[in-house]
């Protein structure tokens, strides 16, 4: 049980999109089509988590740990982008070695869900450049030990079903941030923006 | 974005980036809680998107879109050092709040800092690039790609100076008579909230001036 209740505050309270704004924009891409939701949101978890796993190799494999704060601050974009590249490229490769030519029709979903800024913010919430220890917080903490790959995985599957509920909350009420009853200047994408910041709201009270 | 309707200017107010398309949202509503943040964050943005999106418009169209999405990325992740070497040599004092752990309007502890390096994944670089600006004339393109920084780069500033006013009550440092302070618009969830009043009201003036036309 506890277990459980760890996992449900932790995809409220570590939600990317409410408490950080991250991954706003692609959420607000995704929600126009509600068929597309559960894949991209399985893809981006995909990649959160094992962005998160290979880093974790790559940060004690190769001691980067060690590098200058300076360094790393100044390094880690290029670093991170790297690593999700090389994830985008094998996971294009794998769909295309499973499905053909049938690949072609999942490439944008697994563009759209490589690079964005909640798989990119994850990286960066995990890996720190201004401290030395690792940030898996909540589930790659509670349920894991500190600096393991496990721990790593799990924060990275944290934040990529953080997403997929922000998507079904947003997607749920799609249809009446587009009613005819909502006000034209605020009809859609602007009432979409207001209902997100009142979830945030909503989020950051439970928080404090 | 569509390329079928174009003027050079769109970007700016019609088809703001932020305003109609929902891109680069995240740092607006996290980091623009000032002024000063807002222009630090914009110079940043400007000069990572500028730059990349042009160099990106160079790479050969022969490579599978896959490698050229990589590259535009791998760009991005290097314009980012001298951009945020040029942040920090422009105003160290904005750039030291930036790098604060503190999440703005809250008690949490936060990174506040990493919009600066996710502005290597914005939208314009990784998804507008090929779908709008890699399908005009590289003349057009600039002139397209600048206008559109220049609008998203507006918003960042005018979101902060809105929240710093009703946040902090003061404007670029400088102390304004406000009657009550609204601490929460500084807050996510009020760069959210400002947001979206911000896009119904760009939508009710275009409306309006399209109604005129």
Same mark, same amino acid.
């Given at each position: 049980m506890n277990w459980l209740l760890t996992v449900l505050v932790s995809l409220l309270l570590e939600n990317l999109i409410f408490?950080? /704004?991250?991954g706003t924009s692609t959420l607000m891409a995704a929600a126009r089509n509600r068929s597309r939701l559960p894949l991209l949101a399985a893809l981006m978890t995909l990649f959160s988590a094992l962005a998160s796993m290979f880093l974790q190799l790559l940060y004690f494999g190769l001691g980067l /740990? /060690?590098?200058?704060e300076e360094m790393r601050r100044l390094v880690q974009p290029l670093l991170y982008t790297a690593v999700v590249s090389l994830l985008y490229g094998a996971v294009l490769l794998v769909l295309y070695r499973f499905l053909?030519?049938?690949s072609a029709a999942f490439k944008k979903y697994v563009h759209l869900s490589a690079f964005n800024c909640a798989v990119m913010g994850t990286l960066y919430l995990a890996f720190? /450049?201004?401290?030395d220890d690792l940030s898996f917080r909540f589930l790659g903490n509670v349920l894991a030990d500190r600096h393991t790959l496990t721990g790593a995985m799990l924060f990275g599957l944290q934040e990529g079903l953080g997403f997929l509920l922000a998507a079904v909350l947003i997607s749920a009420v799609r249809e009446r941030l587009y009613a005819?009853?909502?006000?034209a200047a605020f009809r859609g994408y602007p009432a979409a923006i207001v209902f997100i910041g009142l979830l945030s709201m909503a989020v950051y009270s439970i928080v404090q | 974005m569509r390329p079928g309707t174009f003027s050079v200017t769109d970007g700016l107010f019609r088809r703001n980036a932020v305003l109609?398309?929902?891109? #680069?949202?995240a740092p607006i509503v #996290? %980091? %623009?809680?000032?002024l000063h943040k807002a222009l630090l964050l914009s110079l940043a943005f400007a000069v990572i998107t500028a730059v990349s999106v042009f160099v990106g418009s160079? =790479? &050969?169209?022969?490579?599978p879109y896959a490698v050229r999405i990589m590259l535009y990325a791998l760009t991005a992740a290097v314009v980012y050092i001298p951009a945020v070497l040029l942040c920090e040599y422009i105003s160290p004092e904005t750039y030291a709040a930036l790098r604060s752990m503190q999440m703005p309007g809250t008690d949490l502890p936060g990174n506040a800092f990493l919009y600066l390096p996710l502005l290597t994944v914005n939208s314009f670089i990784?998804?507008?690039?090929?779908? =709008?600006? =890699? @399908?005009?004339r590289r003349t057009l393109m600039t002139g397209a790609l600048l206008f559109h920084i220049a609008g998203s780069c507006l918003t960042a500033c005018v979101a902060g100076c809105i929240r710093e006013v009703l !946040? =902090?009550?003061?404007l670029s440092g400088h102390a304004v008579d406000m &009657?009550?302070?609204? @601490?929460?618009? !500084?807050a996510p969830w009020g760069g959210f909230i400002l947001l979206g009043v911000l896009c119904a009201l760009h939508r009710a003036l275009f409306a309006q001036k399209q109604e005129e036309a």
């Amino acid at each position: 049980m506890n277990w459980l209740l760890t996992v449900l505050v932790s995809l409220l309270l570590e939600n990317l999109i409410f408490t950080q /704004a991250l991954g706003t924009s692609t959420l607000m891409a995704a929600a126009r089509n509600r068929s597309r939701l559960p894949l991209l949101a399985a893809l981006m978890t995909l990649f959160s988590a094992l962005a998160s796993m290979f880093l974790q190799l790559l940060y004690f494999g190769l001691g980067l /740990a /060690a590098l200058p704060e300076e360094m790393r601050r100044l390094v880690q974009p290029l670093l991170y982008t790297a690593v999700v590249s090389l994830l985008y490229g094998a996971v294009l490769l794998v769909l295309y070695r499973f499905l053909g030519e049938r690949s072609a029709a999942f490439k944008k979903y697994v563009h759209l869900s490589a690079f964005n800024c909640a798989v990119m913010g994850t990286l960066y919430l995990a890996f720190p /450049a201004d401290r030395d220890d690792l940030s898996f917080r909540f589930l790659g903490n509670v349920l894991a030990d500190r600096h393991t790959l496990t721990g790593a995985m799990l924060f990275g599957l944290q934040e990529g079903l953080g997403f997929l509920l922000a998507a079904v909350l947003i997607s749920a009420v799609r249809e009446r941030l587009y009613a005819k009853e909502v006000p034209a200047a605020f009809r859609g994408y602007p009432a979409a923006i207001v209902f997100i910041g009142l979830l945030s709201m909503a989020v950051y009270s439970i928080v404090q | 974005m569509r390329p079928g309707t174009f003027s050079v200017t769109d970007g700016l107010f019609r088809r703001n980036a932020v305003l109609s398309e929902g891109m #680069v949202i995240a740092p607006i509503v #996290v %980091c %623009c809680d000032t002024l000063h943040k807002a222009l630090l964050l914009s110079l940043a943005f400007a000069v990572i998107t500028a730059v990349s999106v042009f160099v990106g418009s160079f =790479y &050969p169209k022969k490579l599978p879109y896959a490698v050229r999405i990589m590259l535009y990325a791998l760009t991005a992740a290097v314009v980012y050092i001298p951009a945020v070497l040029l942040c920090e040599y422009i105003s160290p004092e904005t750039y030291a709040a930036l790098r604060s752990m503190q999440m703005p309007g809250t008690d949490l502890p936060g990174n506040a800092f990493l919009y600066l390096p996710l502005l290597t994944v914005n939208s314009f670089i990784v998804l507008h690039s090929e779908l =709008y600006f =890699y @399908r005009l004339r590289r003349t057009l393109m600039t002139g397209a790609l600048l206008f559109h920084i220049a609008g998203s780069c507006l918003t960042a500033c005018v979101a902060g100076c809105i929240r710093e006013v009703l !946040a =902090y009550g003061s404007l670029s440092g400088h102390a304004v008579d406000m &009657p009550l302070l609204l @601490r929460g618009f !500084a807050a996510p969830w009020g760069g959210f909230i400002l947001l979206g009043v911000l896009c119904a009201l760009h939508r009710a003036l275009f409306a309006q001036k399209q109604e005129e036309a």
